[in-house]
């Protein structure tokens, strides 16, 4: 069946830089888009960037300059890299799936990062 | 960036009651809508897609419709299981944006 699972450290000191992977099943990266989104606690989503099934990488314009999304299709892995982490990057960060008919029609449990020192 | 207002904030219904949720998008986004459901300590859950189209899995009692720019979540007897979270996404052009959210509860 089709999972995706998040993992990361849950802690990051200030302007360090977050490292978060989604590792997939039950589908073929190169057939499906996986998008990262997160949420501040008690808030709201926010859409951070997209890997896309052939390769290419979008991203919210509110991050870019800080963000990476890179994958390793061999693995199932979609990687997330955000640099300069400040304490309203303190949210759970999610990883969803994604094909032009169905936006976001799985999603993997999430994982809550805390940017403290 | 496309703004999507969603309204109300709040809403408090009782068993069986319609409820309607809407989402005004600040330009066209066609039918690039979709709506979601979460819960408590839980990731969102796709409802409708395309402004009208049920998810797989997703009871009849939800309903995407459109009128021009503004687009509505109807439920049409409302269910202890419907109370939580809901957000619309448009993915008309990046950003991709959602709604702020709309906090069902029961009456």
């Known amino acids: 069946q089709v999972q995706l699972k998040e993992s990361g450290p849950g802690l990051v000191q200030p302007s360090e830089t977050l490292s978060l992977t989604c590792t997939v099943s039950?589908?073929?990266?190169?057939?499906?888009?996986v998008h990262w989104v997160r949420q501040p606690p008690g808030k709201g989503l926010e859409w951070m960037g997209v890997?896309?099934?052939?390769?290419?990488?979008d991203y919210n314009s509110a991050l870019k300059s800080r963000l990476s999304i890179s994958r390793d299709t061999s693995k199932n892995q979609v990687f997330l890299k955000m640099n300069s982490l400040q304490s309203e990057d303190t949210t759970t960060y999610y990883c969803?799936?994604?094909?032009?008919?169905?936006?976001?029609?799985?999603w993997g449990q999430g994982v809550m990062v805390t940017v403290s020192s | 960036d496309i703004q999507m207002t969603q309204s109300p904030a709040s809403l408090s219904a009782s068993l069986e009651e319609i409820v309607t949720i809407t989402c005004q998008a600040s330009?066209?986004?066609?039918?690039?809508l979709a709506w979601y459901q979460q819960k408590p300590g839980k990731s969102p859950q796709l409802l409708i897609h395309?402004?009208?189209s049920l998810a797989d899995g997703i009871p009849s009692r939800f309903s995407g419709s459109r009128s021009g720019t503004q687009y509505s979540l109807k439920i049409s007897r409302l269910q202890v299981e419907d109370t939580g979270i809901y957000y619309c996404?448009?993915?008309?052009?990046?950003?991709?944006?959602f709604g702020g959210g709309t906090k069902l509860e029961l009456k």
């Open positions: 969803a799936r994604a094909n032009w008919e169905a936006p976001f029609d799985y």
């Open positions: 039950g589908f073929s990266l190169t057939s499906y888009n």
């Open positions: 890997m896309w099934s052939g390769g290419s990488t």
């Open positions: 330009q066209d986004i066609g039918n690039w």
């Open positions: 395309s402004a009208t």
């Open positions: 996404l448009q993915r008309y052009s990046n950003p991709w944006t």
